[in-house]
């Protein structure tokens, strides 16, 4: 093991940048040679490679986004796609890579290990928090603080107006940010796609929190189970209630990386450059009861999420009592 490529692909996540500090200061005080791959499987393809050294990486820990940039590439989807990727690997003599990203970036990692043999390590990156295998993903803590402190400002403004919001949060099928977000701030509602809840059970809990006298009610939904006008829209026609919407969007991706996620980041970073030298591959890292751990990607990927039903039925109790 000489070189190394480091990648980041999919949805941008803080704590990306954390990863690539450690993984290419890992590298150098290894002896290993690093490189950056621009664009993610898209620069791979394209052959976008870029040598990093110590100071590449300065001042970076800290930022939201990624400074290698990300893609969302279908060409890595082909076999003409594969094939340039793993020729830009061979072009520029790049024993190990490092990819950073989803689950769907972790398949493209796949691929370059059991089609091509390369040696490949997958690091979580992603605010959704949606991989079974790890207990977190980059990403997913900042992303929930970025909901709590919209959350907040939001109160100030629908509290003093008796009014109520739908706030639309990110995870794509994954009810995590809604849960996480929802009970640290402590939302009216929950609405997740891993628990059904009809839109009778919405409008029950509002009448009954109106005609209790709670009026600025927060209502958090989770991408996956709905959008936030539609709801905003049927919620008018069902109930008298003075009610807003909003998508808090990519908001949730940016600023900086809460500690945990830089942490993390680093933690993961370091744990994935271990692996490659002791000749690992196919492996994607993740924590379990704060242990770094690393599985085999197969297994990583076939295994089923699990909701935390008891912190999602403890997040109603809270509300119960108007
Ligand atoms: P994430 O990694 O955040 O889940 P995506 O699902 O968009 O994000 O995947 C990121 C990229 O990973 C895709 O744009 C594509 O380049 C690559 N990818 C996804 N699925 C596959 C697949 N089945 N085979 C090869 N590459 C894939
Ligand atoms: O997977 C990360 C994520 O931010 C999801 O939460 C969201 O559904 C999606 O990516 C948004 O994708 P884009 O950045 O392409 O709009």
């Known amino acids: 093991m000489k070189k190394i490529a480091v990648l980041t692909s999919g949805g941008d996540s803080q704590g990306m940048n954390a990863a690539i500090y450690a993984v290419v200061r890992m590298a150098l005080d290894n ?34 986004g990624t400074v290698l940039r990300t ?12 094939n340039k990727a793993y020729k830009t690997l061979v072009d520029n003599n790049i024993d190990g890579l490092v990819v950073i ?27 959704d928090n949606d991989l079974a295998y790890t207990d977190f993903t ?17 109160r100030d403004t629908m509290s003093c107006n008796e009014r109520s919001c739908v706030v639309e949060v990110m995870g794509r099928n994954c009810g995590d940010i809604a849960l996480h977000a929802g009970i640290t701030s402590a939302a009216e509602m929950i609405i997740v ?26 209502v958090v939904l989770a991408e996956g189970a709905g959008k936030a006008v539609e709801m905003e829209a049927k919620l008018k026609q069902a109930l008298p209630i003075n009610l807003r919407s909003m ?47 690393d599985e085999d990607i197969v297994e990583a990927l076939s295994k089923r999420k699990s909701f935390d039903l008891n912190l999602y039925n403890l997040a109603n109790r809270l509300v119960n009592s108007y």
């Not at 990692?109 to 990156?125: D, S, Y």
């Not at 980059?138 to 939001?154: E, P, R, Y």
């Not at 929190?209 to 009610?217: F, M, R, S, T, V």
């Open 31 to 64: 002896g290993l040679e690093v490189v950056g791959i621009e664009d993610g499987y898209q620069g791979l393809i394209a052959g976008s490679v870029v040598p990093m050294n110590a100071k590449s990486v300065d001042g970076i820990i800290h930022r939201g």
């Open 71 to 82: 893609s969302r590439c279908s060409a890595m989807k082909t076999d003409e796609g594969q």
């Open 101 to 127: 990203g989803g689950d769907g970036s972790f398949q493209g990692a796949k691929i370059l290990a059991t089609k091509f043999g390369v040696l490949t390590m997958g690091i979580p990156g992603t605010i």
């Open 138 to 154: 980059l990403g997913f803590d900042s992303a929930v603080n970025a909901v709590m402190q919209t959350i907040k400002m939001l």
């Open 193 to 218: 796609p891993e628990v059904r809840c009809s839109f009778e059970e919405v409008v029950a809990r509002l009448k009954y929190n109106l005609e209790h006298g709670k009026k600025d009610n927060i």
């Open 247 to 293: 998508v808090v969007g990519h908001l949730q991706r940016g600023g900086d990386a809460s500690y945990a996620d830089r942490l993390l980041g680093v933690r993961m970073g370091e744990h994935a450059v271990q692996c490659l030298l002791d000749g690992k591959t196919s492996r994607v890292v993740g924590i379990r009861h704060d242990v770094i751990i």
